[in-house]
């Protein structure tokens, strides 16, 4: 926001001045935040720093040591610079003396070989920073309706990306807390240099609070997050240092001028404003789900999310669900999901690349075909429930059935009626009604008494239940185990009717879990050091070698034979692992966690 001290002494007021640089070129770039004229030897005291001081010498100090003490009480203060006049004090040069002590400081040192108004340097130097000052409050004004318009267009995280990186002119990375890039903008830079290792690379950003810069690496970094959840970093690089070789600073275009700025400088207020505005419209946008649905759907919709999200009182939800026909006190409660296979899903949509969109994945108008389908199944099974998509992938459902003896034959009778209502073969769907879908029955290949294909193909959708519970408090639990038990089956072959708890194991559940920012904050507890490690040190990897020690089920020798390296080696790295991490690795519980966590690096990794 404020001039240089080169940019000043391009100003005609100063360049009637006849000015030679003396000392301190190293200084040049330093910002000017105000222009003091001061005849009196110990004004460094009333200074606060990044002053451009102008200066007769009349009353500066007449001993060498006196000049050195000057110049380093302005040094120390911070000052960008010194201009002198000379004439009256100095005649044809200023002090060797005072040249060697600026020099020595870095204090750009100027002297002005013709007589000079200061008043008309102060004039031109102050209307620059008050220009600079109004430019910072427009584009200020600017990015806040941009994001404004953005939260209110809902739009995705792809183009607040792409927005703060074209209001900046500077790369942008949206990541989980697992390092992964979520969307990007390279600014017109290399975007394979700019991805290339990230993980690695990112786990060298250690910014000093929620929102700082990193000057070691160059990167302005922000969390992102909302009700206290965090689940990302955004991230814009500014060319003022970091790792260039690995990262480029400068526009492909750029010549030697436009380099990267020099070390010590910070990023413009603005830029902190513009990466703080994008990161609250990603949090807004992640909360904000629209949907064309009924308004019984709606108030379905709004039941279900209160006891998934805790956002309404159990009795509250109760009466309003009696108040549409569902009754849910005094019932036995099973949360069952419904929603399409992985392949089937991929198939026919693609991989999302809108993160914010509710229908990423899955297209919203078939998913409201799915939530028709099953509230049709409901239906025809005689079934009460609460149904309604729940999230971007699955339709939700709460029965309330009479007693516990019940579950198991009304969620038979469920899926079978779900099945007969949404064939498995993707071309007889219920696009067109309920009347296309059943004509597409005959067309089916036969079925076996079970509810499983005769073809031996897995079906089109998923039903997956969680344990039935006794009251609506509980609820919660079932409807969460539900639908963690369909994500994780949901590149599993079998095909079974329904889906249960059983049927997954730890595996499938952490890979359901791999977005959700509190797995991925153990994984980072318990892995991050040793990731780190390995960032700085890639030649070593030690986590391959603490995957063979858990693999091998804490034998070492297996381990070490597995690893391929010799036992003192491998038991090296052991210790080496041991420090880094801050673990005993002979304790069972200790590295029952360090497996756990590693599972789960691997479901977030996984695509």
């Known amino acids: 926001m404020f001039p240089t001290v080169r940019e000043v002494l391009a100003l005609d007021p100063v360049r009637h001045g006849a000015p030679r640089l003396v000392a301190g070129d190293a200084g040049l770039d330093r910002p000017v935040r105000w222009v003091h004229v001061a005849e009196v030897p110990d004004i460094a005291t009333l200074l606060g720093g990044g002053e451009l001081v102008l200066t007769t010498g009349i009353g500066l100090p007449g001993d060498d040591a006196g000049l050195r003490a000057f110049i380093g009480d302005l040094a120390d203060v911070g000052v960008s610079g010194l201009v002198v006049e000379l004439g009256r004090r100095y005649g044809s040069a200023v002090p060797r003396v005072m040249a060697a002590a600026a020099e020595r400081r870095g204090l750009p040192l100027v002297e002005l070989r013709r007589a000079t108004p200061f008043v008309r340097i102060t004039e031109a130097v102050h209307a620059l920073i008050v220009d600079a000052q109004l430019t910072e409050l427009r584009a200020t004004e600017e990015i806040h309706q941009r994001f404004t318009d953005l939260s209110v267009e809902g739009a995705g995280p ?35 240099l700019l991805l290339d290792a990230w993980e690695q690379h990112s786990r060298r950003i250690r910014p000093a609070g929620r929102t700082a810069y990193d000057a070691d690496n160059g990167w302005l970094v922000t969390a992102v997050g909302a009700r206290g959840q965090d689940w990302g970093r955004l991230l814009l690089r500014w060319p003022a240092g970091g790792d260039l070789t690995s990262m480029p600073s400068r526009r492909p275009d750029a010549g030697p001028e436009d380099d990267s700025r020099p070390p010590g400088s910070v990023p413009p207020t603005r830029l902190t404003i513009l990466v703080e505005r994008a990161a609250s419209t990603l949090a807004l946008g992640r909360l904000i789900r ?72 899955t297209a919203p108008a078939r998913l409201r075909d799915l939530a028709e389908a099953v509230g049709q199944a409901l239906h025809e099974a005689k079934l009460t429930a609460l149904t309604s998509v729940v999230d971007d992938q699955a339709v939700g459902a709460l029965l309330a ?39 597409a029955v005959p067309r089916q290949d036969a079925r076996r008494s079970d509810g499983r294909a005769g073809s031996g193909r897995p079906a089109a959708v998923i039903i997956a239940a969680g344990s039935g519970v006794g009251s609506l408090r509980e609820a919660r639990r079932s409807l969460i185990e539900a639908r963690q038990i369909a994500d994780a089956a949901r590149r599993d072959r079998r095909d079974l009717p329904i889906f249960r708890l059983p049927h997954v194991g730890l595996a499938g559940l952490l890979h359901l879990l791999r977005e959700e920012p509190r797995v991925q904050t153990f994984v980072e507890r318990e892995l991050g050091a040793l990731l780190a490690y390995d960032a700085q040190h890639p030649r070593e990897q030690l986590l391959g070698t603490l995957r063979a020690y858990l693999e091998q089920g804490r034998n070492k020798s297996a381990a070490a034979a597995a690893a391929h390296l010799s036992r003192p080696a491998f038991y090296e790295r052991l210790a080496r692992i041991g420090r880094i991490l801050d673990a005993d690795l002979d304790s069972v519980d200790a590295c029952l966690s360090l497996h756990v966590a590693l599972l789960a690096l691997d479901a977030i990794r996984t695509p």
Do not use: W
């Open 158 to 192: 792809g183009e607040v990306v792409r927005q703060a990186a074209e209001l900046s002119g500077c790369p942008v990375v949206l990541e989980n807390l697992s390092r992964q890039v979520l969307a990007y903008d390279p600014a017109g830079e290399s975007a394979e």
């Open 290 to 361: 629209r949907d064309a649905e009924g308004l019984e759907r709606q108030i379905h919709r709004t039941l279900l999310t209160a006891l998934l999200d805790h956002s309404r009182p159990v009795d509250e939800v109760a009466l309003r669900a009696k108040a549409l026909g569902v009754v849910l006190e005094r019932r036995h409660l099973v949360g069952v999901m419904v929603r399409p296979r992985a392949d089937e899903a991929a198939g026919e949509s693609g991989p999302s690349t809108d993160l914010g969109d509710p229908g990423a994945g």
């Open 401 to 439: 059935l009479p007693d516990a003896a019940a579950e198991e034959r009304a969620l038979t009778a469920f899926a079978t009626a779900l099945r007969r209502t949404r064939p498995d073969d993707p071309t007889a769907r219920a696009d067109a009604g309920p009347a296309r879908a059943a004509a």
